[in-house]
């Protein structure tokens, strides 16, 4: 075979090591590398003195603090989210004469203007020559990744029996909780019905999960075969996603239920405590589009079979980003 000797695009992916805000911009960047060569660099950026909570135009460079340098060379095409990123993703283009290709993900709030492409949930209602919104969020969600974990832990999971329920559980945020008290309702209603089927269970949580939560859980649902991950040893997310007949997904996080949708699998969207209306709208839209119901919402409950083209959103924003990288006026 000849060797590829094009040109590798260098991408930095910048967040604040949120493992949600960080899965972000990294599927989205491992995206554009599976179109076209390029070298990934993850940087996890914060800012000192508790000055990241300021206006992002009042926020000093020098506060930055960084795990590999934010400085020239600049990358061909900068990815980042979340609110300590904008006082870096707003001045880079400059700092890079221009040719850096500046992308932000989720709603920059009122910066939109400043970048070459904002890529945010089309639950957010942002609009623009430069915006192309997207249902959910660029998620690292990949056949090679699912097919890689389906086997490494296939000895765990192979003996469990169908229907296989693939159970991800959130937490807190600015909108939801997970009260003592919804928890303990939520493990009544998912023990009974995994039961109703004769299936098992696949628990996995996040580090949002209250502890008080978690415990409730995890002893609730003890009985019911399966496997709760207990974070010992490797995370078996994407295995459990793989392996699943069924998965339900709290309602807290949009990363959560973009990712049970690129499996083409039902999705059951759990209730938690509290709620917000822009989530309530991508939860909506995932009804529209055949993707997923509430819990409870289906006749047979977790006997209900539904198929749906996976969702293929984050490989959808690549070739959008692609296309407009390749498009811009030389430099």
């Known amino acids: 075979m000849a060797e590829d000797r094009s040109p590798h695009l260098t991408i930095w992916a910048v967040s604040d090591g949120r493992i949600g805000i960080e899965a972000q911009v990294l599927g989205l960047a491992e995206a554009v590398a599976r179109q076209r060569p390029a070298?990934?660099?993850?940087?996890?950026?914060?800012?000192?003195?508790?000055?990241?909570?300021?206006?992002?135009?009042?926020?000093?460079?020098?506060?930055?603090?960084?795990?590999?340098?934010?400085a020239a060379p600049w990358p061909d095409?900068?990815?980042?989210?979340?609110?300590?990123?904008?006082?870096?993703?707003?001045?880079?283009?400059?700092?890079?004469?221009?040719?850096?290709?500046?992308?932000?993900t989720q709603d920059p709030r009122g910066a939109a203007a400043r970048f070459d492409l904002v890529i945010p949930?089309?639950?957010?209602?942002?609009?623009?020559?430069?915006?192309?919104?997207?249902?959910?969020?660029?998620?690292?969600?990949?056949?090679?990744?699912?097919?890689?974990?389906?086997?490494?832990?296939?000895?765990r999971i192979d003996p469990l029996p169908h229907p296989r329920v693939a159970m991800i559980v959130g937490g807190k945020?600015?909108?939801?909780?997970?009260?003592?008290?919804?928890?303990?309702?939520?493990?009544?209603?998912?023990?009974?019905?995994?039961?109703?089927?004769?299936g098992s269970l696949m628990l996995s949580f996040t580090r949002r999960t209250p502890q008080a939560a978690r415990a409730i859980?995890?002893?609730g649902l003890a009985a019911t075969p399966g496997w709760i991950w207990?974070?010992?040893?490797?995370?078996?997310?994407?295995?459990?996603?793989?392996?699943?007949?069924?998965?339900?997904?709290?309602?807290?996080?949009?990363?959560?239920a973009t990712d049970a949708a690129t499996t083409g699998k039902p999705v059951h969207v759990l209730a938690m405590d509290g709620g917000g209306r822009k989530f309530d709208r991508f939860h909506e839209d995932l009804v529209r589009r055949g993707i997923a119901?509430?819990?409870?919402?289906?006749?047979?409950?977790?006997?209900?079979?539904?198929?749906?083209?996976?969702?293929?959103?984050?490989?959808?924003?690549?070739?959008?980003?692609l296309r407009r990288f390749d498009a811009r006026p030389a430099r």
């Open 230 to 256: 207990d974070d010992e040893g490797d995370n078996p997310y994407f295995a459990f996603l793989a392996a699943a007949d069924v998965i339900l997904v709290t309602e807290d996080s949009t990363n959560l």
């Open 121 to 155: 949930p089309a639950h957010d209602g942002l609009t623009g020559d430069n915006v192309v919104p997207i249902v959910g969020a660029p998620n690292r969600m990949n056949a090679e990744g699912f097919a890689r974990d389906r086997l490494r832990f296939g000895a």
């Open 217 to 219: 859980l995890t002893k």
């Open 39 to 70: 070298v990934v660099v993850g940087k996890q950026i914060g800012w000192r003195f508790g000055l990241g909570r300021l206006p992002w135009p009042l926020i000093p460079p020098a506060a930055l603090r960084a795990d590999s340098p934010v």
């Open 77 to 104: 095409i900068w990815i980042a989210a979340g609110r300590a990123s904008l006082p870096l993703s707003t001045r880079v283009k400059r700092w890079s004469g221009g040719r850096t290709f500046v992308v932000q």
């Open 293 to 321: 119901r509430r819990f409870g919402a289906a006749p047979d409950g977790l006997a209900a079979t539904w198929r749906y083209p996976p969702l293929d959103e984050t490989n959808r924003a690549a070739r959008e980003l």
């Open 173 to 198: 945020s600015h909108s939801h909780d997970l009260s003592p008290d919804r928890a303990r309702r939520m493990t009544a209603e998912v023990a009974s019905a995994v039961a109703a089927v004769g």
